[in-house]
């Protein structure tokens, strides 16, 4: 069974740091593309970034771009987003994906796999 479990969220005050992580079971994606996507109440979820399979190719959300970093291990299976100078607005759920394509891309359709979610709260 494949399951991405995100960890790392939590509530900070703006200006602060946060670093999610996920970590993939059932299976390997070190051949797959990863993103983050993050879904704030009453929104829609929205993409934040993603990384190509060799983390060759990496793209990020206007809104967060300077701010975060992707990463991945692909021989821990994990993928990994610090944030940065967090503001109010980047409260939300972030979720985890993984796709089939090792290509990174900001599509959510293309995404097959998802995470539960990790809340993150950030204070004014």
């Known amino acids: 069974q494949v399951q991405l479990v995100e960890s790392g969220g939590g509530l900070v005050q703006a200006g602060g740091s946060l670093r999610l992580s996920c970590a993939a079971s059932g299976r390997t994606f070190s051949s797959n593309a990863m993103g983050w996507f993050r879904q704030a109440p009453g929104k829609e979820r929205e993409f934040v970034s993603s990384?190509?399979?060799?983390?060759?190719?990496?793209y990020y959300a206007g809104s967060v771009k300077g701010r975060f970093t992707i990463s991945r291990d692909n021989a821990k299976n994990t993928v990994y987003l610090q944030m940065n100078s967090l503001k109010p607005e980047d409260t939300a759920v972030y979720y985890c994906?993984?796709?089939?394509?090792?290509?990174?891309?900001?599509?959510?359709?293309?995404?097959?796999?998802w995470g539960q979610g990790t809340q993150v709260t950030v204070s004014s």
């Open positions: 994906a993984a796709a089939l394509s090792p290509i990174a891309t900001m599509v959510r359709s293309a995404y097959d796999y």
């Open positions: 990384i190509s399979w060799s983390a060759g190719l990496i």
